[in-house]
């Protein structure tokens, strides 16, 4: 079993920056990919960004210059960079880990960005 919990979200207005992180317990030594997915009201969750155990990221197309994700696996723990924040951006953000090709989701955090 993966453990993760989530932190770091809130309102914020547009053009402002957050940063969520995401930290990872008990058979965290197998984990091979850490990710973040959101997911708005009515709408299906997206993947955001993704990085690897080799520390290989990918980020989608709708938040690329803007987002940033980046892993420290002393502290088992991933974080997501947000700059430049839109409306668009607003949802529940989910912190995703792969271990022994079985998926583990943290609760969630709010992210709003609203003037």
């Known amino acids: 079993q993966v453990q993760l919990v989530e932190s770091g979200g809130g309102l914020v207005q547009p053009g402002g920056s957050l940063r969520l992180s995401c930290a990872a317990s008990?058979?965290?030594?197998?984990?091979?990919?850490m990710a973040w997915y959101r997911q708005a009201p009515g709408k299906q969750r997206e993947l955001v960004a993704i990085?690897?155990?080799?520390?290989?990221?990918t980020v989608a197309d709708s938040v690329k210059g803007r987002f940033t994700i980046s892993r420290d696996n002393g502290k088992n723990t991933v974080y997501l960079q947000m700059n430049s924040l839109k409306p668009e951006d607003s949802a529940v953000y989910y912190c995703?880990?792969?271990?022994?090709?079985?998926?583990?989701w943290g609760q969630g955090t709010q992210v709003t960005v609203s003037s």
């Open positions: 995703n880990a792969v271990a022994y090709s079985i998926d583990y």
């Open positions: 008990g058979r965290n030594g197998r984990i091979t990919s």
């Open positions: 990085v690897t155990n080799t520390g290989r990221t």
